[in-house]
């Protein structure tokens, strides 16, 4: 019998167009899936590490249901990875690619020492549908700005996606595992996790009918209903999309399906999956995006960097008075995602109002979101503070009251967040405070706070940062 193989899990928890598992079944012997908690799992906030959890113990039963089972091992890939090899008698390791740094440096570790025991490692392509060493400008460069960056890559072939092998050769006896319970990773979400949970959608299956759902009745108006967060008008995949329960090559086929159909709002679809992938695209080429200020003479702005001060207290539990930015955040809190137009004003406030370090935001969004990416936090949060590449300018200072007339002009999204103002609360203004930590001593009787920074005071405080700046 062909020895067995070894699918390193990682961000990809699927079974069809997972091109390492495929590959592994068509070797024709075993097949041994392993999930490793090293370094960079423990180094996830609390809230990405317990959607994590949910994950693998979902895909866990996705591949008993083919026959199969999922091996669990924790510590250094490095060391790990080889003795599993020695354990199980494997000749081949298989995993699909990763692409920020502290990855991508384990990965060739891992790789190189595989090669010295004349193991055959290989990675493959998945989490991106454009290997980001693929795309470049005339000139041999790789892309700044997104709008040329889609130009380029609009009209790319994408492999049709594979399909889910229909079992998974198992060994004679399968190596011990290490167990979920044991890793206790949703331990920081506290009472936290109970609240998110119902707004989980877990798994392959959820994905696919996210996706189906959204191209059926949604994404003709997806122009229009993506800035309106009071709506329910996007695709919700980036949940699915960053534990890889669903791959970005199934979104783009049926998108582009459904933009040959006709269908309004599938061309905007595509260009939001490519945002994703120009978010990758930058991660590769300027790691520094994820932990300095992309553009370089930034690092002279007199940003605020003290997370003790009141200002950010406030903003981080939805209390500065300023309601499209309080709802945004409370949504973040009992659902673990935030609406991508909140995203934008709640960042912008940070930044430019309370003329705080993007980084601040960076790392509590890297701590409450479940759809959290490293690309794409942080291409985000640069983006919106002016630091970054393709970024909204500086000066442009978005006023969340007025966005809060022209974005949510019933008010439907405040008042599903926002319990301090109304007689009879929504239930889910109502749970932020049944997810909030007690030490917060915060209560749905409060009172509403006045705005802590006026929004045209604050604007003029950003206006006058910029023009004063030393670069």
Known sequence: MTSPTL???????????????????????????VFLRDDLVDDLGAAPKWRLGLGLDHYAASLED??????????????????????????AVYW???????????????????KEMEVEAESFAGHLMFEPWTVETKQGEFYKVYTPFWKSVRDRSVSEPLSAPSSLPAPETWPESETLEDWALGVAMNRGADVVRPFVQLG????????????????????????????????????????????????????????????????????????REFAYHLMWHTPRILTDNWREEWEAFPWNEDER??????????????????AAMRELYVTGR?????????????????????????????????????????????WS????PDATPYFRVFNPVTQLDKFDKDRDY??????????????????????????????????????????DEGRKRALSAYENRSF
């Open 414 to 455: 405040v008042s599903r967040w926002i319990a301090e103002e109304y007689e009879n609360p929504h239930k889910d203004a109502l749970a932020y405070f049944e997810a909030i930590p007690r030490q917060w001593k915060m209560s749905a009787n409060d009172p509403y706070p006045d705005p802590i920074v006026p929004p």
């Open 204 to 275: 392959e299956q959820a994905a696919q009918s996210r996706l189906g759902a959204f191209l059926a009745s949604k994404v003709a108006d997806y122009d229009r209903t993506r800035d309106i967060p009071g709506m329910d008008g996007t695709s919700n995949l980036s949940e699915n999309l960053s534990l890889g329960e669903i791959s970005p090559a199934q979104c783009w086929h049926a998108g582009q399906r459904a933009k040959e159909e006709g269908k309004a709002g599938a061309e905007t679809f595509l260009k939001e999956l490519v945002w």
């Open 7 to 33: 699918v390193w899990i990682r961000r990809d928890l699927r079974l069809s167009d997972h091109a390492a598992v495929s590959a592994a079944v068509e070797r024709g012997g075993p097949v041994i899936p």
């Open 309 to 326: 001060k009141a200002e950010v207290k406030a903003w981080k539990q939805g209390r500065t008075g300023i309601r499209f930015v309080d």
């Open 96 to 114: 699909q690619r990763a692409y920020d740094p502290d990855a991508v440096a384990r990965d060739k570790d891992v790789k190189a020492a595989l």
């Open 338 to 382: 935030m609406h991508n137009r909140g995203r934008m004003i709640v960042a912008s406030y940070l930044t430019k109002h309370l003329m705080c370090h993007w980084k601040i935001g960076l790392e509590w969004f890297k701590d409450c979101l479940i759809d959290w990416d490293p690309a794409s936090n942080a291409m985000g949060w640069q």
């Open 66 to 91: 083919k026959g199969s089972r999922l091996i669990l091992r924790s510590g250094d890939a490095r060391a790990v990875i080889p003795a599993l090899v020695k354990e199980t008698g494997a000749d």
């Open 385 to 388: 503070a002016g630091s970054g």
